[in-house]
RNA sequence: GGUGGGGUUCCCGAGUGGUCAAAGGGAACAGACUGUAAAUCUGUCGGCGAAGCCUUCGGAGGUUCAAAUCCUCCCCCCACCA
């Protein structure tokens, strides 16, 4: 094996390649020339989430291993709106909001994706997708591409075939991905567009515009989509995306996300999510139940480091350990990753009723609201109280918690939804820890 | 523009005058079991300090003791025709 791996190898091993256009010859380019490469982010929010991290972790790959990556945020095509893969027609952008959102993604990119000196580019298709013009456009890019064939494709097929239909702009999407490419093409010199396997349609005909105008072979690759053992798309949760921004998806539910992470996913999405090393993480395999979830530990902490951070990435650990328990992290497993070096991971600390709780755990703890210490004292009936911190969305279903036994206060189970709250709950540091279910905790402080 | 079919609680989807806060499934939540996993079983699943009352079936009116269900107008979606 030579000393570098070819990245499109490195890709494949990792597990981000669902097909190419053509492997033999995409194979010899990225041995021999630096590539510059594209992906398309849709500005649709000002946010990324997790389904947005395989694209984003392949440019990262793409870039430690020498080549250019260029970011395209589809400021232009979000004002149309991409058909593929969705059910129904998309609400469509304003170019505010796409301006406002472009700020936020580049924001989180950037902790992936290192934009200075233009080792990587960010673009926005907007700057020149808006200023074609409709009749040398058609005659220039739009003789080049046949309905018959287009009606055929896969991103166009569930939309025809549905009662929802297919609305002309939308219909438009693929010429204007296509020509996203030959600009790129044209003024970056890119010749490899990466995305979602339901971009496979449009990038194909950025290559066949390409090889049509230009007589040249461009390349394109797609990603699997990823979904979860359980078969759910990849983070998405009851309440809602799992968020890049931190102000969206704060880095403890972050890594909370990953904590819960189904064992039959762990060693794949190590590979996708993760920088270790793969010789690594195949050992994964041979875990079994409680050295897998050491494993996940790792998972989410390499994760949020990469997403937010050193200092979240611990807090979030720390945080994590006092709720649920601290376990130590044998260093054989994933050796490489930061958590062995930044944490004392092999300290035996104690689970909640060990004596000899480590004393950094308990400071971590952030106070998640206030209560006034005159309402508390006069004392708060449970199931208000619950509400009121938002573990419920109302108080029928504060009661319902409370009645089925899945509330508690300070670890000890609320007997009845009117049980009174008040100052005698208060702990050392005068706060008070709710609990609803296993897994969501609020603590309150009393505020004078 | 014409004809026909639709719009039901988070999603799918039953319901054509009272027994409907609305079947069934999914999702979700909680409990048990566990490893913060999966699977399984059980319960919950509009709101209200829980008695009863209030709000919900695209929107606005109307008929009726009583409307998701009937009537009128309007809005939106789909199919076929033009």
Known sequence: MDYIMNVIDILLERGFIEQTTHDEELRRYADKEQITCYIGFDPTASSLHIGSLV?????????????????????????????????????LLTSEMVEENEQGIKKQLSRFIDFSDDRALMLNNADWLTKLEYIPFLRDVGRHFSVNRM?????????LESDEGLNFIEFNYMLLQAYDFLELYNTHNCRLQMGGSDQWGNIVAGVELIRRMRQETVFGVTFPLITTSGGAKMGKTASGAVWLAEDRTSSYDYYQYWINTDDRDVERFMALFTFLPMEEIRDIGKLDGSDLNSAKIVLAFETTLLAHGKDKAEKAYQKSASHFGARSISRDILPSSRIHTELQTDLQVSVKDDVAVNDDFATVDIVDSYVDEIELKAGIPAFKLFHTVGLTSSSSAARRLIQQGGAYINDERVKSFDQLINDDYLDEEETIVLRAGKKRFHKIKIIK
């Open 55 to 91: 694209p984003i972790m392949s440019l990262a790959h793409m870039q430690r291993l020498g080549h250019r990556p260029i970011a395209l945020v589809g400021g232009g095509t979000g004002l149309v709106g991409d058909p593929s893969g969705k059910t129904e027609m998309r609400q």
């Open 151 to 159: 009606i055929k494709a896969e991103s166009y097929k569930i939309r």
